[in-house]
């Protein structure tokens, strides 16, 4: 009994889902000037409701010590897809995605209107027109949230970072709001390479979908003396809470 409980809780919340996307892509259809002003709350309130149809629980760990700014860079590790609607869930952020995810279907477009930055990882010219537009959203007032391992690197932090976010927090003076993220059940998390389709179906039928997202204190670019000193400080902390949450 309890099964088909289940079973009939989260077909309900597939149709919620369904029904709210319909809803979304109707809206993106409207002069981009109309969609600033309420689209950003109706998609982070989709990306929840995406999260509950795949069935995933979201714990917010926060481990800050002090007030986190009301104006922020956010920076994540990047394990897995489910990210791409876990973190604008939770926070108040315009996303990077690479230049794919435009043609995603559905989410695609419903991203796009949202404000999502795009970019061609490959390509230096389409990178300097993202970090251009960052700045000027930043600089306008906005939270951006930003992967510095530039891509889906799997279970393990990368060995580097890029210098993107850091960049931005220099230029601007808007800190860092460092997230960290490990899903209980990597393995069934991972991205490597599925489609979306696969990667989906996968973490919808992981038999742990437990995520945890901790949030640390934020990082003032005032404390330090140039990007490379910034890059290698934050990674460092990430190697520390990589083995204080997985190892």
């Known amino acids: 009994m309890r099964y088909l409980l289940h079973l009939f809780l989260r077909a309900i919340c597939w149709l919620d889902l369904a029904a709210y996307t319909l809803a979304l892509l109707l809206l993106a259809l409207l002069p981009s000037g109309w969609l600033r002003i309420c689209y950003p709350k109706l ?62 279907w559905f989410v695609g ?47 393990r932090v990368a060995e580097r970072f890029h210098y993107g976010a850091f960049t931005l927090s220099l230029d601007t003076g808007v800190p860092i709001v460092p997230v960290f993220l490990h899903y209980e059940a990597q393995q069934a998390f991972a991205w490597e390479g599925q489609t979306l389709p696969q ?28 990007r490379d000193a910034y890059v290698q400080h934050v990674h460092a902390c990430y190697l520390t809470w990589q083995q204080r949450h997985l190892d």
């Open 109 to 155: 477009r419903i991203a796009a209107a949202a404000g999502t930055f795009f970019v061609e990882r490959e390509s230096k010219g389409s990178r300097q027109n993202a970090l251009t537009s960052m700045r000027s959203a930043v600089s306008g007032g906005r939270n951006i949230a930003i992967y510095p391992e530039g891509g889906c690197k799997g279970r």
């Open 199 to 226: 990667m989906l179906r996968q973490i919808a039928c992981a038999p742990n979908r437990q995520a945890h997202y901790h949030v640390y204190d934020a990082f003032d670019p005032a404390d330090f003396a140039d």
């Open 43 to 104: 998609f982070r309130s989709w990306c929840r409701c995406f999260v509950r149809a795949l069935g995933v629980r979201l714990h917010l760990h926060q481990h800050q010590t002090r007030p986190l700014p009301d104006h922020f860079i956010l920076i994540a590790n990047h394990p897995s897809a489910l990210e791409l609607v876990g973190i604008p869930g939770l926070f108040n952020v315009v996303s990077l995605a690479k230049i794919e995810v435009r043609d995603w």
